[in-house]
């Protein structure tokens, strides 16, 4: 005889089976009500943030990652649904890496035609000569993140300057936010830690770019992305190894996984002396509560910010004579690659970032480098 099973029911139709646990909020719910909910939760934050006017051009960064992925397939169906007027198109920066971003980009080729959506690839080996697949050559694999998050940072705004976009989107989820303002409190980035837990920033540079993702959890993408059975690359960079993010990463896992009372902020002293002491903290909602802390940091009106101007060479955004990328296009075209590297002070600002230079960086902004 069969033994009697209890069906457990969604607890928001409660007419489906549950059959996930949302990692948000622990609720037992259906896929049906899963999809709602979290298409929901995005439109709530575009239309609360005022992330985008009606007549928007708006480049979606795309990657062929899961983020990105769910980014241009949930935009498209929000901008259907809620009729918000946008023109999207889907905008891929082709680094030069062989084995990774060549075929990440036949994915993005792939989603062109399923979501019927405009795509603009550029290169670095068009717009700076080289490839990171020469870069690496030339400097091995210790600071190529910062020339590719340099070279992404400008590439991008070229590629949305070239569609003419208002707007530039990125995949960049709460887990990835969450993580900046760990690493940049623990690198006493000032000037970054304020802007990197805002929902727009570069509004006073060539384009805004906003994150539609912010409190998004990468493991709600990775959900939706699986049952939605999107078409996504799901392989890691091979010339960045993260070592210092990863440990960021592992560390906000711990902290989702176990519970405390105590507050966000509280939380974030008590990350920085885990940090020193190997001592384990607890609390759910880690996620969300660290960018809570992030957006409470503000810099006082008193602090002197750099004076935005433009490169003397190529024209872009800078607060120095040349842009951070021309200084390091240059010294990868004089042979004396790193000369870039070591003398302004690139901080972490984001994952594209080179991880292993610390310094503060009020004057980071200098560099165009990313702060997302
Ligand atoms: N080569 C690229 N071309 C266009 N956009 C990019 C590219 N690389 C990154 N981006 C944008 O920056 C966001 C964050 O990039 P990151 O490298 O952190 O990858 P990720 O977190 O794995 O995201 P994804 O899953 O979309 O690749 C991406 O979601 C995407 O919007």
Known sequence: MEG???VRMC??????????????TLEQICRECFYLAFEDEIHQIIVSNRLFIRGDRVAIGASGGKDSTVLAYVLSKLNRIHDYGLHL????????????????????????????????VVSYK????WTMDEIVKLIGLKNNCTFCGVFRRQALDRGAAFLKADKLVT?????????????????????RLSRCSSIITGEDGPIPRCKPFKYTY???????????????????????????????????????????????LFILFVCLFVIH???????????????????NFRISTTTKMPEQGTCERCGYI?????????????????????????????????KEENESHGGKSIESKQCGSLDF
């Open 277 to 295: 002491n190997h001592v384990i903290a607890y609390r759910p909602r880690a996620i969300l509560d660290i960018i809570k802390s992030g957006e």
């Open 89 to 120: 198109f889907l905008l891929s920066v082709d680094e030069g890496i062989t084995g990774y971003r060549d075929d990440s980009l036949e994915t993005v080729h792939r989603n062109q035609i399923q979501y019927g959506l405009p795509l603009k």
């Open 171 to 191: 995949g960049h989820n709460a887990d990835d936010i969450a993580e900046t303002v760990l690493l940049n409190i623990l690198r006493g980035d000032i000037a």
């Open 11 to 24: 607890c928001l139709c409660n007419e489906r089976r549950a059959s996930l646990s949302r990692p948000k």
């Open 218 to 264: 990468e493991k709600e993408i990775v959900m939706y992305a699986y049952f939605k059975k999107l078409d996504y690359f799901s392989t890691e960079c091979i010339y960045s190894p993260n070592a210092y993010r990863g440990f960021a990463r592992e560390f906000i896992k711990d902290l989702e996984r176990i519970r405390s009372p105590f507050s966000s």
């Open 4 to 6: 009697k099973r209890s």
């Open 318 to 350: 800078s607060s120095q004579k040349w842009c951070k990328a021309c200084v390091l296009l240059d010294g990868l075209n004089r042979g004396l690659p790193k000369l870039g590297i070591g003398r302004s002070r690139v901080a972490i600002g984001c």
């Open 126 to 129: 068009d717009l700076y000569g």
